[in-house]
């Protein structure tokens, strides 16, 4: 059975190049991680529109519900001998309201499609491919709250910690003026964590569901925390998370900070780390995306070794680096906790 997927289009003629480079990607990971048998996938273009097309036999649901959240896509087809296409049903992977990660606009933010791609990505990697349950998503510098939109939407529990206090407080304004918007069920709490030295740190809390018995049973959680993403140890439980996703500063417009002082960004690389390795599961994954003209591939993964990971050094996960805009050329390590 040949599949078509047709891409989703970009105003930017040079960025959809690079989308067309991590499609296939994308695509690859999750095939991989499923054990789907196929030809190779390639870019083609079918009445001159760029389609993802690969041959594979009838995909199980499960395999299809993975492989229909790719998130470069707008339509599934079966591609007959003749040429014509037969829309084939996408299936949803999560209840919440789809323009939840786009709306919300501001400096610096990730294309949220390009976070489902690290999420998808990192998740191929895991053990934790093909768990039926809720997973957890930490971002450990979550600014306004991009991935732990796209982790809920996906019907995952998120978790992100920020040094902004500002950017959470936008970011919690935004989710409860969108959550009644959709009429989404949901609860909000706020509370403290005490640390080490009589330090606090605050938190805020989204309890989330479809309906009245959800709320009731068990709602997702998205939580929010004003905290230095260098003592995750102190801020998120160990061993609670499956996935750890974060797009780094880029280090273009501002650098990050640590102590009121300027910081490297290797150097804030390799403080986060151990955090998130203490917050992962067995299996789990962690994904960083990064400005090549800033931050070299070969320091996050000699960091990501360093904190005891297992770095995705084979294809397809061996070359995610693509153009973004003029200062930015954009990649991703992904390593897996042993």
């Known amino acids: 059975m040949r599949y078509a997927m047709l891409l989703k289009p970009h105003p930017n003629v040079r960025y959809r190049q690079s989308l ?13 991680a499923w054990n789907v048998d196929c030809k190779q996938p390639r870019v083609e273009n079918l009445a001159n529109e760029p389609f993802l097309v690969f041959e594979a036999q009838e995909m199980e649901e499960a395999a299809w519900r993975a492989v ?17 296409l037969l829309p084939i049903r996408r299936i949803p992977t999560g209840w919440m309201p789809d323009d939840l990660p786009h709306v919300l606009k501001y400096k610096g933010k990730t294309n949220a499609d390009f976070t489902y791609l690290m999420l998808h990505c990192a998740r191929a990697a895991s053990a934790f491919a093909r768990e039926e349950g809720t997973l957890r998503v930490l971002d450990p510098m979550c600014g306004k709250g991009t991935t732990l939109m796209c982790a809920v939407c996906e019907n995952c529990e998120a978790v992100g910690v920020d040094t902004d206090a ?3 407080r936008e970011a919690e304004n935004y989710l409860e003026r969108s959550l009644k918007l959709h ?5 909000h709490t706020t509370g403290a964590l005490t640390l080490p030295g009589s330090a606090s740190a605050r938190w805020s809390e989204y309890a989330l569901a479809p309906d009245a018995q959800a709320m009731r049973e068990k709602p997702l959680t998205l939580r929010m925390i004003h905290g230095d993403a260098g003592a995750l140890d ?45 917050a992962l599961k067995r299996g789990g994954a962690v994904a960083f995306a990064f ?3 800033t931050l070299r591939r070969a320091e996050v993964a000699a960091q990501m070794e360093k904190a005891g990971l297992e770095v995705m050094s084979r294809p397809p996960y061996d070359d995610f ?10 990649d991703v390590v992904i390593a897996r906790k042993a």
């Open 20 to 32: 067309q480079k991590l499609a296939l990607i994308e695509l690859e990971c999750i095939l991989n």
């Open 68 to 84: 229909s959240a790719h998130s470069a896509i707008c339509l599934a087809a079966r591609l007959r001998d003749d040429g014509a």
């Open 166 to 168: 500002k950017a959470i």
């Open 183 to 187: 009429r989404v069920k949901h609860r």
């Open 234 to 278: 102190a801020l998120v439980r160990p061993q609670s998370c499956h996935l750890a996703v974060c797009d780094l500063p880029y280090g273009v417009q501002h650098a990050p900070r640590e102590g009121g002082g300027i910081s490297s960004l290797s150097r804030l690389v390799e403080r986060v780390l151990p955090g998130c390795v203490h």
């Open 291 to 293: 400005n090549l003209n």
């Open 321 to 330: 680096s693509h153009w973004v805009e003029q200062a930015v050329d954009r």
